[in-house]
């Protein structure tokens, strides 16, 4: 009896000595504004921060980044993976009391492939040849062929039918400026450029979150951004290399910050004109990977808050080669190459040249982006001493897109992606890609490469995906259609007052409705009119 | 003005459309973004129609003041330029004000003070403040007076909880956000108001029958308030007249520095993501008031100054 007691005790002396006090707000400093809440429409990052305590998908990544059930309970791949049948979850009520069903699945997906909406997303669910409702809370979707991406595509967040049914046009609607989901918080104010409140959803399907109202606040300058941190103004933001290995060592920041680090989901690389002439050759490129040190320009723009980027897939994803290394910084081998390929030193005069052309070649960035400018300095300096003449232009972000990209007027181009967490990247290196507004604007070309990329969209067994993508990995950095520079860390900063945070591999947000502040350290008591 | 209000608002559509870039390309730089989805965003915003029918699509819809919706957001032109106008306004009034009844004083003091103490103090304050970049003084007021001292907020226009406050309490809140704005924005124009008052002060004062009415025995204050000053409100009508145009318009870093939603950042914002819609609703209001501005300060001359009169 006696031991019982103490079990007793102390499986519950968490709970006693730690109750999870409810109340306070996190204020979320945000450079950039979002511009439409509906998960369907929106495009950039800001958007789809907010839209992700909002609205919820039919599946979502944990923190061990595999796919589980979020709005569906399960589902199952039948006939090779053509077929994705959705269990989705019983009594999941929207913000305005309705309940969720299969119907609100399948006017997403009719809005998502609808030619009258506006959204980038609808790649995906074009290859899905039909959707149809077995019962209330079973969906079955037969793809035109087995499409292993296609499950990344379902956490996008399910929109309500009752209220958008009758909208003609979503971008328009009162909805975007006032969405209705099923996430843990409900919308509740927009104030154009200023901020964005959410309050707890009481009745949210896991269970009702600690935290009573997310804010975000649009401070649309990284300095300022970094002053409200000290002054307690934001509870969280990102922050620069400088900030985070430097300012941070303020008094005011460390009694109560924490920082985090990780590796973005993005990787820096320089994209040659493979129809170019000059980039034509492997050897070139190759020769010029050798030149580059990108350690260095790590060091230097990054203040070493980067790592080498390897391929087109960042360390976080599991189709990432940990075994695989990158080329080694060698001016000797990049010489040889180069000689391999024609170019001497002619006329003496430091800079090599094939037939009386010297080497010489533009390197375009966008503008706006000082990392990107620092690195095409560092990259010229580079160059240079192995007798190569590069110029710098940076252009305006959409003239970039328009007359430099889609009209492939261009010998590089220094430019970042960042990926869904989805490796797959048919989109970018496919031979099929190349028309004016495709992005395979690099015009690479590899028939291996090529089917290889089919063969893993195929592919439903993630051993063997990964085995797929690790090859392609190699072969496109054996080919070096880009010169894979750096993937850079994302760093960013937590109030202390803050409990159960616990980071993970994705990242410290996965499980945001399980954190609590103790009462006495509550920073925002105002009781909220719900 | 209604022709010089066509001719400018041709011109600027003219201009706009012809900057290379478009909308649909700014936003959708996204390998997940399909062609078709591409091309049907084109449709959908009239962009596939040649730039004459454009600009008198738009012309119509403007002579029944319909601004047009957002290519961004799809909200009304008018409700987002209307949302962000009180901001910009409250601050530029309450620096313009700031600005006049500072720089006026000043400059007339040390007109009448010449090489004094005084002037040549005041002469390095007001330049000093023309000198400093204001995102320079205005991150170093957030360090000091914000960070350190905590005397005032470092961004933003209103508190958190801003929304649970009594009317009166928001007043204060307000004003309390806008203070350090408002003051660094006023400290980088003392220089030109003060210098112009201060010169014409001077050359007033050298006038003919200034120096009779001091021959003549009269009391200094009423030379000064009576005789002098009245000429010198001359340029300062111009400058007036200027600035109404510019009440409307927010400097964009500044606004960014301090996260004020206003008017310079609607405008930058929209000439980046191409929200033609957006630039045209604002360039128009912009050109409406200018010519307003004219108008006013020319009508203020003819108060200032018997001499003019305007013919018909």
Known sequence: MKNFFFFFIFSFLPYLVFPQDRGDAIIIGSIASPRVLIPILASDSASAEVCSFIFNGLLKYDKSLNLVGDLAQSWQEEVEGKVIIFHLRKGVLWHDGEEFSAYDVEFTYKKLIDPDTPTPYSGDFERIENLEILDRYTVKITYKEPFSPGLDSWTIGIIPKHILEKEENLLNSEFSRSPIGTGPYKFKKWIAQEKIELVVNEDYF???????????????????????????????????????????????????????????????????????????????????????????????????????????????????????????????????????????????????????????????????????????????????????KVEIKVVEWSVFIDEIIRKRKFETVLLGWSLSRDPDIYDIFHSSKTSPSDFNFVGYNNPEVDKLLVEARKTFDRQKRRQLYQRINRLIYEDQPYMFIYIPNSLSCLHKRFRGVKPAKAGYWYNFIDWWVPLKEQRYKIEFRR | MVPLLIGISFISFLVIHLAPGSPVSVSLFNPKISLEAREKLNKLYGLDKPVHIQYFNWLKNILKFDFGYSLVDGRKVSSKILERLPVTLTINILSLLIIFFTAIPLGLYSGWRKGSFFDRFTTIFVFIGFATPSFWLALLSMQFLGVKLGWFPISGITSIDFEYFPWYKKVLDFLWHISLPVLVASFGSLAGLSRYSREKFLEVLDKEYIRTAFAKGLPSSQIIYKHALKPVFLPVITILGLSVPGLLGGSVIFETIFSIPGMGRLFYEGVMMRDYPLIMGLLVIGAFLTLLGNFLADLAYIWADPRIKYSK
């Not at chain 1, 400088?242 to 303020?250: K, N, P």
């Not at chain 1, 040659?272 to 723009?301: S, T």
């Not at chain 1, 790592?307 to 940990?322: C, H, L, M, N, R």
């Open chain 1, 206 to 388: 896991e269970k009702r979150p600690n935290i009573d109202r997310v804010i975000f606040r649009i401070i649309p300058d990284t300095a300022t951004l970094f002053l409200e941190v000290l002054a307690q103004g934001v509870d969280n933001a990102g922050l620069s290399p400088l900030q985070f290995l430097r300012h941070s060592q303020a008094s005011q920041f460390k009694k109560n910050y924490i920082k985090f680090r990780y590796p973005s989901n993005s990787f820096l690389y320089l994209g040659y004109n493979l129809n170019n002439p000059l980039f034509k050759g492997k050897k070139v490129r190759q020769a010029l990977n050798y030149a580059v040190n990108k350690e260095e320009i790590i060091k230097a723009v990054l203040l070493g808050e980067g790592k080498v980027s390897t391929g087109p897939f960042t360390p976080e994803s599991w189709a990432y080669d940990p075994d695989f290394k990158p080329a080694e910084f060698s001016p000797e081998k990049a010489k040889t190459l180069l000689s391999q390929a024609g170019f001497k030193d002619e006329d003496g005069d430091g800079f090599l040249e094939r037939e009386g052309e010297p080497f010489k070649f533009t390197i375009i960035t966008n503008q706006g982006n000082l990392e990107r400018q620092r690195v095409a300095e560092i990259i010229q300096a580079q160059l240079r001493n192995i007798g190569i």
